[in-house]
DNA sequence: CTGTCGATTAACCAAGTGGTTAATTGACGA
DNA sequence: TCGTCAATTAACCACTTGGTTAATCGACAG
């Protein structure tokens, strides 16, 4: 489990489970323990400890030992950067939807002269 | 590589290697062949190919044929989902920040008392 | 028809992932 | 001191992942 992956990567990994975005979803509304946290899951403790590790691992939770009881905080800072990273492709899906709307006006109105400035149609090199 | 998995963790999975997000980076400039995605990368045809397939198994890129080349275009819409499941995390990630500067001012003005609104410490139940 | 070129498929491999059960650790309460 | 409870570690398993090389496919140019 040695890790030596960029922040970025870690985010991700981790976010790309479901049963890892629940729990986060569940830290969002308020720490809780290890026990807390598996209760909805069908899975046994140690599942649950493996997927706490990763969120660890990428920064996701912090845990902080209060006699026999592990709390676990929400830290959601590394979404920050996930969130910044996907935020310089706003403009490309709202671009496609744009062409979307364009397209379905387009073929409604039955004009289907003039392909539209669409994605600039790569222009192949052929030697 | 039979994958029934939702959209969200696809999507999230697909992002959480560097080689597939430089990827995206490059097809959000225009649109490039296989051969032209892969040219900066140290790295096989095939395992090019390979994370080409998984971009297009989370609906991240589509290919289109043009001769014996395939032409690859950013599909970002995916993305919109995860954007906006990171979204409602905002809160959390500006909330940490402001306890941070927070602690930050206390500690200098070295009034080390009241803990703080902070997170609502979580009240253990010790039967 | 044949060679070549872009790209994919096939077969393989090492390492990682997500889960299990069994054993271990550490902090109580009786 | 002993049993119990929260949680983790250890050992194991099946499957996936990210990469490789070799072989194949399809579209062209001579």
Redesign the interface.
Known sequence: MANT??S??LT??A????TR?AI?TRL?R????VGELGEPFDMSAPAISKHLRVLEGAGLIAREV??R?R?C?????P??D??D??????R??E???DRLVEFVEQTHRADAKKPGKG????P?K?P
């Open positions: 992956q960029d970025l990567s991700f990994s976010l790309a489970d479901p975005r986060l969002a308020s720490d809780a323990t209060d006699a009881w709390i905080r929400l830290r959601a800072e979404m920050h996930a969130h990273w996907l935020e310089a492709y706003r490309h899906w671009d496609n939807l994605a600039p149609r790569v192949r052929k």
